[in-house]
């Protein structure tokens, strides 16, 4: 039982649909198609095919030809997950029913339904099931997740990025994050000081991004790769010395800085920033004028 396969090149294989033909009726089902095309290609040929169609009508269609065929195109389809309601958080915990490898293909996961009613829940099945996205990378759970308990919660270590709104305390949440050992980069508002155990260095010895409120960021990024600095509310003339004391003992340079100040200092604050910061390659700065904040986007080469 052979399958004739037009002579192409490699490289076209991967470029352009490729027809195959039978030149046997032998075959009696799908499965005999598809052990036959998988003896003719070797796997890792296959697999990047699968990656090169792209859209998920083309993979949803292929997943339809085999067992084979449907785990593998399901691993690609379930990459990047965005939830954006309850009913789409029912139906993709519906989805995950008996097909673990589909919770193991998640890379991307965006939670946000939405303020108003929660359903507690799907927040607990899904909270259990995150623990199972062992390639998960980028996690996002916004804000009608600030119940959720901190024992609830089990995040897999593979994770680089992380943006969380639950409000544990920061004990607590520090006690979380020193697990994540892979975490490059951090979205989330401390209430109050941070740790001291926090400060240490294994602890997130990997973060090269930050986003939070000056308090715990000056802790935080002492002594770690960060490059990348987002600072939530307005910092007052006052704080500035402490602010660029703590960029300035970051193990790396600071090549991304998003700020918000006040406008009658704008002037002060942009030659401070060029003094302080001699590596920085884009500037954002937001503008404070009695209650109206607005946001100025300036791109700028120092070096």
């Given at each position: ?205 990997k973060l090269t991004g930050i986003k939070s409120n000056l308090t715990s960021l000056v802790h935080i990024v002492q002594n770690r790769p960060v490059r990348r600095v987002s600072i939530a509310g307005a910092v007052e003339k006052n704080e500035w010395e402490r602010l660029f004391m703590a960029l300035n003992q970051s193990s790396s340079y600071i090549e991304d800085f998003n700020g918000y100040f006040l406008a009658n200092s ?38």
């Amino acid at each position: 039982m052979d399958i004739a396969i037009p002579s192409c090149s490699l490289q076209s294989v991967l470029t352009q649909p490729c027809q195959l033909r039978c030149e046997s009726e032998d075959f009696t089902s799908e499965t005999d198609i598809t052990l036959a095309f998988r003896r003719s290609f070797p796997l890792e040929i296959i697999l990047h095919i699968l990656n090169f169609l792209g859209d998920k009508i083309s993979l949803t269609s292929a997943a339809r030809v085999s067992s084979f065929f449907q785990v593998e195109c399901e691993r690609i389809l379930y990459r990047d997950v965005r939830l954006l309601s309850w009913f789409a958080v029912e139906r993709f915990l519906d989805a995950m029913v008996k097909r673990i490898w589909r919770l193991k293909a998640v890379r991307l996961l965006i939670v946000n339904p939405g303020d108003g009613w929660t359903n507690h829940q799907l927040v607990g099945t899904l909270s259990n099931s995150l623990s199972i996205m062992t390639n998960l990378q980028k996690l996002k759970l916004k804000r009608s997740f600030t119940f959720l308990k901190l024992e609830d919660l089990r995040l897999p270590s593979s994770l680089q990025s992380l943006c969380l709104y639950p409000e544990l305390s920061t004990h607590k949440m520090a006690k979380l994050l020193h697990e994540l050992t892979s975490l490059q980069f951090l979205d989330y508002i401390w209430d109050d000081e941070v740790p001291a155990f926090a400060c240490s260095m294994d602890f997130l010895p990997k973060l090269t991004g930050i986003k939070s409120n000056l308090t715990s960021l000056v802790h935080i990024v002492q002594n770690r790769p960060v490059r990348r600095v987002s600072i939530a509310g307005a910092v007052e003339k006052n704080e500035w010395e402490r602010l660029f004391m703590a960029l300035n003992q970051s193990s790396s340079y600071i090549e991304d800085f998003n700020g918000y100040f006040l406008a009658n200092s704008v002037d002060e604050i942009l030659a401070a920033i060029t003094k302080e910061l001699p590596q920085l390659e884009t500037l954002k700065i937001g503008v404070v004028i009695e209650d109206i904040v607005s946001l100025a986007d300036v791109s700028s080469d120092y070096t």
